[in-house]
């Protein structure tokens, strides 16, 4: 939007060369003014180059904290793959410790079963002897009666034999039930023997099964050992995440600044004229709410003051007016800088 508060009529030549000649008075007076702003200038280049290696700086620390994070990350993978197999561990042990026990369980019920029977066999055995020895006392009774009968006469002879073939009968089963005696003897000792093995073995199936809940135990630690130290991988990791959103937020935030420039060419303008420019950035600023700078070039210095105009400043550009202290001549230069 362009409007000239006062249009003035085109000098003559002599009118011309006084405003130069006062032009280039002026200029002259106003050196340390020049000088002044070029220095405002420069040190705005400088502050544009050094925001732009800071932004270089914080890519450069993003792209040395992403391994990390792949690290922490690979790290915290590992310590639960340790877990889970501590787990699978402990649940092994579990089913060993389980059978074991059931061994010994086992192992002890053979036993008793052994100490039973050995039991049943002695009893067998005294009992067999027992029976032994009744029948060696009917066998004394035998031929006792036998003696009697032989001496009562001729008569008892046949009778007496037959007692005779029974006393020999009756030690040839006493003799028999000896060796079963002896047999069953033999037999309760090898059963106690098998018992006081079954016993043992109980004994060893108990030891082993105390190892392995030993062992569970030491597993079962290690896993928690583990899985304390994924919980600190797992906190550390925490950690440089939050970091990095922070340095990420903060990245954007430098990377969300921006900066507009635009240069407007000025017509002529008479002496105590204000002219209007407006300037439309050719990308939007964020909000209408950033800072502006407006420089003129030398040509203008000592000749016009330059302003944004109140009210004018949007996203979108803002309206630049100049009132001139003298004539101000066409193709003077202004520099309008928008930092968001």
């Given amino acids: 939007m362009k409007r000239t508060a006062y249009t003035p009529k085109v000098p003559d030549a002599a009118t011309k060369a006084m405003v130069e000649t006062v032009a280039n008075a002026a200029l002259a007076d106003n050196t340390e003014v020049a000088e002044r702003l070029a220095a405002q200038k420069a040190e705005q280049e400088r502050l544009a180059a050094d925001m732009a290696t800071r932004l270089a700086t914080l890519g450069d620390i993003a792209a040395q904290l992403a391994p990390l994070r792949q690290n922490a990350s690979e790290e915290h993978a590992r310590l639960q793959g340790l877990i889970d197999a501590a787990n699978q561990a402990i649940a092994r042990l579990q089913e060993t410790a389980e059978d074991a026990q059931s061994a010994a369980e086992a192992a002890g019920v053979a036993g008793q079963a052994a100490q039973n029977q050995a039991a049943i066999a002695l009893g067998a055995a005294q009992s067999a002897a027992s029976l032994a020895e009744q029948a060696s006392t009917l066998a004394t009774e035998a031929g006792t009666q036998a003696g009697q009968a032989a001496a009562a006469?001729?008569?008892?002879?046949?009778?007496?034999?037959?007692?005779?073939?029974?006393?020999?009968?009756?030690?040839?089963?006493?003799?028999?039930?000896?060796?079963?005696?002896?047999?069953?003897?033999?037999?309760?000792?090898?059963?106690?023997?098998?018992?006081?093995?079954?016993?043992?073995?109980?004994?060893?199936?108990?030891?082993?099964?105390t190892a392995a809940q030993t062992t569970a135990s030491q597993a079962q630690a290690t896993a928690a050992a583990a899985s304390t130290k994924a919980d600190q991988a797992a906190a550390g990791v925490a950690t440089a995440q939050a970091k990095l959103t922070a340095l990420e937020a903060a990245v954007t935030a430098l990377q969300a600044r921006t900066i507009r420039r635009a240069t407007v060419v000025l017509p002529l303008i008479a002496l105590g004229a204000t002219y209007e420019q407006a300037v439309t950035w050719t990308t939007p600023m964020p909000s209408s709410t950033y800072q502006v700078e407006v420089v003129g070039g030398q040509g203008l210095i000592g000749k016009a003051t330059t302003r944004v105009k109140a009210g004018s400043q949007t996203a979108n550009g803002l309206i630049i007016q100049v009132t001139a202290a003298v004539l101000v001549a066409a193709g003077s230069v202004i520099d309008a800088t928008a930092f968001g």
Avoid: I, P, V
């Avoid at 033999?186 to 004994?203: E, R, V």
């Fill in 153 to 209: 006469g001729a008569a008892a002879q046949a009778a007496a034999g037959e007692a005779k073939a029974q006393a020999s009968a009756a030690q040839t089963e006493a003799s028999t039930a000896k060796t079963s005696a002896a047999q069953a003897s033999t037999d309760a000792t090898a059963a106690k023997a098998s018992a006081t093995q079954a016993g043992t073995d109980a004994a060893t199936a108990r030891t082993t099964a």
